[in-house]
C-alpha cells in the first residue's frame, strides 16, 4: 500500500500563488512519476502535471503551462506543485497520484480556491 498526503491548498486572490506538496510513504520500490489531477464543481477531473521516474521530465495541461511547475525531494518522496498567476477558473480539489506496482494511487485531495 502506498500513502499519498497533500497539503497547501487553500484560498487565494486571483493572480496570486500556492504550492502544493504531496508527501508520499509505504510501499515504495521504485520512484515511477507523480503527478497532479484536478476536479472542479461540476466537472470531470482533469490532469494537471506529471513528473517523470527520472524526477525530471515534467508534462503540464495546457490551460496551467507557463503558471505551473513541478519539483521534488527525492530524499522526502515529496513532490510539489507551485502554482502561480492563479485564475478562478484554477479553482478546484487537486488530487495527486502515483503508480506502484501497476496499481494507481490517490491522495484525499487538498482544496484550491481562488476568489477575490
Known amino acids: 500500500q502506498v500513502q499519498l498526503v497533500e497539503s497547501g491548498g487553500g484560498l487565494v486572490q486571483p493572480g496570486g500563488s500556492l504550492r502544493l506538496s504531496c508527501a508520499a510513504s509505504?510501499?515504495?520500490?521504485?520512484?515511477?512519476?507523480m503527478g497532479w489531477h484536478r476536479q472542479a464543481p461540476g466537472k470531470q477531473r482533469e490532469f494537471v502535471a506529471s513528473?517523470?521516474?527520472?524526477?525530471?521530465?515534467?508534462n503540464f495541461a495546457s490551460s496551467v503551462k507557463g503558471r505551473f511547475a513541478m519539483s521534488i525531494n527525492n530524499a522526502k518522496n515529496t513532490v510539489y506543485l507551485q502554482m502561480n498567476s492563479l485564475k478562478p477558473e484554477d479553482t478546484a480539489v487537486y488530487y495527486c497520484?502515483?503508480?506502484?506496482?501497476?496499481?494507481?494511487?490517490w491522495g484525499q485531495g487538498t482544496q484550491v480556491t481562488v476568489s477575490s
Open positions: 497520484f502515483t503508480v506502484q506496482l501497476g496499481v494507481l494511487y
Open positions: 513528473i517523470g521516474g527520472d524526477g525530471v521530465a515534467t
Open positions: 509505504g510501499s515504495i520500490f521504485s520512484f515511477n512519476g
